[in-house]
């Protein structure tokens, strides 16, 4: 299999393949943002509500709009975020369904890369904002420490170099400090800051971290269903062999994210 396929179809199987660890990084990435209370929110690309469920816990705002293209993200977003503040609506990015000028600070949590026009969406996103509102975003470290998946891509690609297409770090080279900057740049933002966010994740064994990606949630669950039962007990051999087992059969790894701000004009 060489194509690229990004299925976002069920909103439980992320959060067990990321949607976990993606919780932890929202923490740090409010605390970099460390914006006060009372804000008008806009969360893009939303997904199962990760990010928002941050901001509503750590930055006590006025509301949150989460918006999501994938209708069972946004319904188990509903379903799993009883808040008042929140809203969730099925949106694009590119067309965002809400009014200009409306937020005070409008993010977007580890979704930048899979939308299909980066520049377009940072200009729908400081629209929502407005002059001197704050966006910012961040995107997982694919071609360096996001761990899990950096060990995922290389047994992958040392397996079947074919599947070299899909692995996340040289698809998305958006997802780098340098190529952010310049996005933001491009985009008209002003007041450019960057940080790198990281986080430990600590699986239980390797049955913990092998079972997510059987989930088919996302480019690698994606690439694990299509391959055949022989390629891919070959696959979750080689991963448990290359994997930093510790002697109580833990493992644990970093997964570390660029974060990105900027100032709409």
Known sequence: MTKSADPWESGTPYENFMGRWSRFVAQEFLAWLNEPPGRRWLDVGCGTGALTTAILARAAPARVVGVDPAEPFVAFARHTVPDQRADFRVGDALNLPV??????????????????????????MARAAGPGGRVAAYVWDY?????????????????????????????????????????????????????????????????????????????????????????????????????????????????????ISGQAR
């Open 99 to 124: 009014d200009s000028r409306d937020f005070e600070v409008v993010v977007s949590g580890l979704a930048l890369n899979f939308m299909p026009d980066a520049l377009a969406a940072l200009g729908e």
């Open 143 to 259: 071609a360096g420490k996001m761990e899990m998946l950096r060990y995922f891509w290389d047994a992958a690609v040392a397996l079947n170099p074919a599947a070299a297409p899909l692995d996340e770090g040289p698809r998305f080279p958006l997802c780098q400090p340098a190529a952010l900057e310049s996005l933001f740049n491009r985009a008209g933002l002003q007041a450019i800051a960057q940080t790198p966010l990281e986080v430990a994740t600590t699986f239980q064994d390797f049955n913990d971290f092998w079972q997510p990606f059987l989930g088919q949630q996302g480019p690698a669950p994606g690439y694990v269903k299509s391959l055949a039962a022989d390629q891919r007990a070959a696959l979750e051999e080689r991963l448990q062999k290359m994997l930093p087992v510790q002697p109580d059969g833990s493992i644990t790894l970093i997964a570390r994210a660029w974060a």
